[in-house]
């Protein structure tokens, strides 16, 4: 039995090698296409899957830094994210502390380096005018207002006893949050 085992690898491989090979010059190239093909089909990839790993990534960037095909960027990304890792849980840094941090990192920077353009002889920094047209905060105002007295008038019809269902689940939602 194992030698018919063998006998049947080594027949395997042959017929690999002389697909890989051709199997005579006189062979049109149609032939050659279907034997790539065949052989492009037959791959053997692991867990079964019929497509690379680097398309079930998505492609481009973000699978080259998944699989670490760019060194530098992906040491980068995971330098930066072991970075946060370590503000946010280990020293439990918290998000606005660090936004306000970099705003005033950022203004501090700004200031001195108007103020030195006097003693180093540059043009000082262009700071663009930024100004929030009116529209927008009005709509989002209004949308704002809306939402806050539906949020009212749900907490009313609660107090007033007129729905049971109601007022026992935000009592257990609030216990549950507490």
């Known amino acids: 039995m194992a030698e018919?085992?063998?006998k049947h690898k080594e027949s395997l491989m042959e017929n690999i090698v002389e697909k890989i090979r051709g199997h005579d010059s006189s062979s049109d190239s149609n032939d050659d296409k279907s034997s790539e093909s065949s052989i492009k089909a037959k791959v053997f990839r692991l867990f079964g899957r019929e497509r690379p790993v680097h398309h079930v990534f998505g492609g481009g960037k973000p699978a080259d830094i998944f699989l670490w095909r760019n060194k530098k960027v992906s040491a980068g990304a995971l330098g930066v994210a072991t970075v946060i890792w370590v503000l946010f849980e280990l020293l439990e840094y918290h998000l606005l502390t660090l936004v306000c941090h970099f705003l005033i990192l950022a203004l501090a920077i700004l200031f001195l380096w108007s103020n030195a353009t006097t003693f180093i002889n540059k043009s000082p920094p262009r700071i663009p005018e930024v100004q929030i047209p009116k529209e927008p905060v009005l709509e989002f105002a209004q949308a704002l207002r809306i939402e806050i007295?539906?949020?009212?008038?749900?907490?009313?019809?609660i107090a007033s006893g007129r729905d049971l269902k109601k007022f026992l689940s935000v009592c257990c939602i609030l216990v549950f949050l507490y």
């Not at 007295?149 to 019809?157: H, I, K, S, V, Y």
């Open 4 to 6: 018919h085992e063998e």
């Open 149 to 157: 007295n539906q949020a009212f008038t749900a907490l009313r019809d």
